[in-house]
């Protein structure tokens, strides 16, 4: 179910920071204001809130969001539990009670509703009304509202108003560089500095098809996964073409193409 939490006092995952993201992201905390994570899928939007969580010691609430969320999933609704009607609390409105952090990934992909729910929470009221109880919750402490996007992705029907863009910090996060990335790549799955090296470039030549052959380029993410499978003992080949090509396409001649970048870059 959406919005299950990270409890407290969990270890930090690993994150290599690119640049100040992380200490923008503890002033934020600190100041109580609401913080949006711009970039493009799998550059780390997600792993950095769960990092900062686990380092700041707060719950984590995190919503995946969808064409079919409402502002009620999020706040909370009645249920019927033993033949009575009980109101059952929302991950906003958990978080919102226990001062934990709720983070709404892909925030543009949750029904319009969704964002005027969020409005009293990003200025200085930092409220959340639930009309069907009556309640007007004040956040409690350490409460932060974090959201992401991909902006490159998102079509003018999914984007984010400039009246809600403007109530929160912005953090702009794109894939590492080539050294830092290689970095992450052989941290998080074990390979050997100098293959994990061979991926990262592969990875940024599919990146620069983006926008022509391909909708999106390869993610930190699928980088780590053919690393992990080769460092496991699958042959390079395939674990490339299961993790950085397949999941790009399924047009065949631009399967093939990509094929023949790999064998550019591997030889």
Not at 80 to 108: F, M, N, Q, S
Not at 255 to 266: K, M, N, P, Q
């Amino acid at each position: 179910m959406d919005g299950t939490p990270v409890r407290e006092g969990a270890e930090a995952p690993f994150y290599l920071p690119q640049g100040d993201e992380c200490t923008l992201f503890a002033a934020a905390h600190a100041n109580a204001l609401p913080l949006l994570l711009k970039g493009p899928t799998g550059c780390g939007k997600t792993r950095l809130v769960a990092h900062m969580a686990a380092r700041l010691g707060r719950p984590l609430y995190t919503v995946a969001c969808h064409d079919d969320l409402s502002a009620a999933d999020l706040i909370g609704r009645y249920l019927l539990k033993g033949g009575e009607t009980v109101w059952a609390d929302g991950p906003l409105t958990r978080a919102v009670r226990e001062g934990a952090i709720c983070y709404l990934d892909e925030v543009v992909e949750a029904r319009k509703d969704v964002t005027v729910v969020l409005h009293p929470l990003t200025d200085d009221r930092r409220i959340l009304p639930i009309d069907r109880t009556g309640e007007e919750l004040a956040a409690a402490p350490g409460f932060m509202l974090v959201a992401s996007y991909n902006p490159g992705y998102q079509n003018i029907l999914k984007t984010l108003k400039p009246s809600t863009r403007q109530r929160f910090l912005s953090i702009e996060i794109d894939f590492p560089k080539p050294g830092q990335e290689t970095e992450i790549v052989v941290a998080e799955s074990g390979l050997d500095p100098a293959r994990a090296a061979a991926l990262v470039r592969l990875a940024g030549k599919l990146r620069a098809l983006r926008g022509q052959d391909l909708e999106e380029g390869v993610s930190t993410r699928l980088v780590v996964y053919a690393a992990t499978l080769i460092a496991r003992g699958m042959p390079l080949e395939r674990a490339v073409l299961a993790a950085m090509i397949e999941p790009l396409t399924d047009d065949e001649d631009v399967r093939r193409g990509l094929l023949d970048l790999v064998a550019a870059v591997f030889g």
